[in-house]
């Protein structure tokens, strides 16, 4: 017991001289004499909200259900009602003026309504200004006075050990507060196919903490909330966030195109490992080393080579693929990047634009009814979800935060019916939206092998 007291007083005193954040807890003791994080909390809490999702499911069909002659002896309807769902996940308002609430992607997937809660009662409607799924981060705005804004940190300057805060709304049981250290940084292959540069923290965070914050001491926000390992279902220890600085940049974008704008530099990269160092007699431990070069794209034009070792971007160092990855993708379509490379034993820098990757951008259709707007929309073909199960239009692309996405549509939806009027063409659904245009339209949609009606306006 003593070694144990010995112990803590030796960790409090650690605590109170380590820096100006830390002092500060234990001097606004509120006159109990106990540590406590509670000021901190008190400053930013205002401005972490719930968020409430309603989306629609189809029902999951038993295989009987598909034969004709199944559904016409048990005389079984045509279409299935969808399910509403209701889910929970967290947000943080980063702008008091404008409304905005960065959350993340996942939170508010298919959603056809957000209503977001604050921590005095009221609950508004949202609105989806941009999504990025890449990254995970879903921009939403709302209309109300007098509302608080967390203020941003920089999460380049955080260091392992740090001390943060995780609020969030897990389980859908309100507002929660836990606390811990950066465990790691830089973490990625948590999704290959997104951009990864997560946080590593050891407070708690469980279902329904996403998109909610982590904060340092000083109350700045410096992530947001976004995964966990949990073989369990709960939390082990071991959470994710997506780096503010990250989600800033993605911001940026989603305010001024309603989408992240990637463009591409046209090159294959892999991790420099000790052993290709040692193998190809580079003088360098980390970075990402070109393994292709693709004729006629800017890396080319610029003079980037297979074997060049990318060791910085605009004098950011890179530490691997990954990183590297993140740097080109989130940058501004039509900006130039210079790139410090390692090419046989001389460390060079090579200035290259970075240009749109046309075969990813979407062909929004322009149909001149504005629900439609923002969705690129075509013939069924073989190959397509649905093909020789139903008839109708395939919605090809949607984009994020366009009239097309807030209406509920979805890439890989095919829509069968305007009201009652079947439509199998473009033309006819342009024209049997028309007729019905100045009301409520109910769209029937057939959406993951079941079909759900869709109400627009």
């Known amino acids: 017991m003593t070694f144990l007291r010995a112990f803590v007083l030796k960790l409090l005193v650690l605590i109170m001289t380590s820096g100006p954040g830390i002092s500060q807890i234990f001097e606004e003791q509120d006159g109990r004499g106990i540590p406590t994080i509670a000021p901190i909390i008190q400053g930013v809490t205002d401005a972490v909200v719930n968020i409430s999702v309603v989306s629609e499911q189809p029902l999951q069909l038993n295989p009987l259900f598909n034969d004709p002659f199944f559904r016409d002896f048990f005389d079984l309807p045509q279409q299935l009602q969808p399910q509403p769902h209701i889910s929970a996940g967290s947000g943080v308002i980063v702008d008091a003026e404008k409304g905005y609430v960065l959350s ?65 709304n897990p389980f859908g049981l309100g507002q929660t507060v836990t606390s811990g250290i950066v465990s790691a940084l830089g973490r990625s292959g948590i999704n290959p196919d997104g951009y990864e540069d997560f946080i590593q923290t050891d407070a708690s965070i469980n279902p329904g903490n996403s998109g909610g914050a982590l904060v340092t001491l000083d109350g700045k926000l410096v992530g947001i909330n976004t995964a966990i390992i949990a073989p369990t279902g709960g939390n082990v220890g071991i959470g994710f966030a997506v780096p503010i600085n990250m989600a800033s940049e993605v911001v940026a974008q989603l305010v001024q195109f309603g989408e992240v704008r990637r463009g591409r530099l046209g090159v294959m990269i892999q991790d420099l490992t000790p052993e290709l160092s040692e193998a190809l ?36 160092a890179i530490q691997g693929s990954s990183d ?46 504005e629900v439609f707007e923002g969705a690129d929309l075509g013939e069924l073909t073989e190959g397509m979800p649905g093909f020789g199960d139903v008839e109708g239009v395939a919605v090809l692309t949607v984009l994020p935060g366009s009239p097309a996405f807030r209406a509920g549509l979805r890439a890989g939806d095919v829509i069968m019916r305007v009201k009652n009027e079947e439509v199998t063409s473009v033309r006819e659904l342009r024209e049997a939206a028309a007729r019905n245009s100045g009301s409520p339209t109910a769209l029937a949609v057939y959406r993951n092998g079941g079909a759900l009606y869709i109400i627009v306006r």
């Open 104 to 168: 993340n992607a996942h939170v508010i997937e298919a959603a056809t309504e957000i209503v977001v809660v604050l921590t005095d009662g009221r609950r508004l409607e949202a609105e989806v200004v941009g999504v990025d799924p890449g990254t995970d981060i879903a921009l939403l705005e709302i209309e109300a006075e007098r509302l608080s804004a967390l203020p941003l940190g920089n999460s380049d300057a955080l260091l392992v050990g740090d001390f943060v805060i995780a609020l969030g």
């Open 324 to 369: 590297l990855r993140n740097k080109v993708g989130l940058a501004p379509l039509d900006s130039v990047l210079e790139f410090t490379v390692l090419r046989a034993g001389e460390e060079i820098v090579i200035t290259a634009g970075i240009e749109g990757d046309e075969a990813t951008k979407p062909e929004v259709a322009s149909s001149g009814i």
């Open 281 to 316: 007699e580079i003088d360098a431990m980390s970075g990402a080393i070109i393994s292709y070069v693709e004729g006629g794209t800017p890396a080319a034009e610029a003079g980037l080579a297979a074997g060049d070792v990318v060791v910085a971007v605009n004098g950011e």
